[in-house]
C-alpha cells in the first residue's frame, strides 16, 4: 500500500517538476542577452549576441529532471509513510480489539480529519459490539438458569416417584400431573425465549397497518383471563396507522397487555389507548397495581428481571417487557415508562406515521 502511494505521490511530484521546467524554459530559450560591440569597455550597447543557448537549456533541463528522480520518490515515500500511519494504529488496535479484548478503544487524537471520524466511528461500533457481548454473555447464563431450575425439578420429581416401592397408580398419577406441569413451564419458557429472540433479530417485513385494529385482535383472547381476575379492561383507540412487521408489532401489543393484566391487583384496571399525534402515532398500556420504584423501572425491560422473582413462572418469566424493548428498538421506535403514584405502570410506545 505505501509503495503503491509512494509512486503515486512521486508521480505527481515528477509531472509539476516537469511542468514547472517547461513554464521556465520556455521564456528563457526566446531570451536574447546585449552585449557591446567592438568596444566592450566603453560601455555603450551598439549590438545583440545570443543568450542561453538551447543544447545548454537542454542539458541543465534534463539534469534537473534526473536529479528530481531522487527526490520525488523520497517525498512520495515520506508523504505517504505519514498518511499510512493513522491507518496502521487503526488497523493494530483493531487486531488487538477483535482477538478478544473489546475493552479497548482506539482513541484517535490530533486534528479532526476523515481518518479521525473513522476513528471515533469504530469506537462507537467497538462499544455497541462490547454492550452487545456483554448482554449475550448474560442472557445465556440467565437462560441456563431459569432452564436449570424445571429440569432439576422434574428429575427430582421422577426420582422420588420410581424410589418409592409402595408407590400406587394415583402417586404416580399425582407424579405424571407434575412433571406435565414442569413440561408446560418449560414449554412456555422455551416459546418466550424464541418470541425474544425473533424480536431482537429485528423485523423482516414492512406493512401497513393499525394499532387499533392489532389491540383489537389481541384483546379477544384476553377478555376472560381478565374477567377471571377481575380487572376491567378500558379501550380508547384512534386510528394510529404506522408501518411494520405484523407479527412482531402483534407480539408487542400482547406482551403488554399481558404484563398488565398479570401484574395487577384485585378489582384493578387497564386502560389502552390509541392516537395520532403528527408524525408519530402512539399506544399507551396503563394498569393499576403495586407501587413501583422509579429507578427499578430500566431493570425491568432487561431479560429474566422481575420485581418479586419467582420460580414457578405464575407471574411470568421477566421476558415480556424486554420483548417489547426489542420489537421498540428494531422499529426505531421510542418506548418509555412511568410509575404511576397510586400504583402500576403506564408504558407508551411512539411509532412513526404511515
Known sequence: MQKRLALAYAAGIYAAGVFVLVMVDL????????????????????????????????????????????????????????????????????????????????????????????????????????????????????????????????????????ADPDADAGSLRSACQEALALGGHQERLVQALLALATSERGRTRRDTLDLAHVIEGVLVSRRDQATEKGIDLAEHLKPAVTAGDPGLIESLVANLVDNAIRHNRSAGHVEITTQSCGTHVALTVANSGPVIPGDQIQRLFQPFQKLAPDRHGRDGYGLGLAIVDAVTRSHHAALTAEARPEGGLAITVRFASE
Open 27 to 162: 521564456p528563457l530559450a526566446s531570451v536574447q542577452a546585449t552585449v557591446p560591440k567592438d568596444d566592450p569597455s566603453s560601455g555603450v550597447v551598439t549590438g545583440s549576441g545570443p543568450g542561453i543557448s538551447l543544447p545548454q537549456l537542454l542539458m541543465g533541463s534534463a539534469v534537473a529532471l534526473v536529479i528530481l528522480i531522487p527526490v520525488a520518490l523520497a517525498l512520495g515515500w515520506f508523504v505517504a509513510g505519514r498518511f499510512l500511519r493513522p491507518l496502521r494504529a487503526i488497523t493494530a488496535t483493531a487486531k488487538v480489539i477483535s482477538a478478544g479484548d473489546l475493552h479497548r478503544r482506539l482513541d484517535l487524537g490530533g486534528p479532526a480529519d476523515e481518518l479521525t471520524e473513522l476513528g471515533h466511528t469504530l469506537d462507537d461500533l467497538f462499544a455497541r459490539l462490547q454492550a452487545s457481548f456483554d448482554a449475550q454473555r448474560h442472557f445465556v447464563a440467565n437462560a441456563s438458569h431459569e432452564l436449570r431450575t424445571p429440569l432439576a425439578g422434574l428429575r427430582t420429581l421422577l426420582e422420588v416417584a420410581l
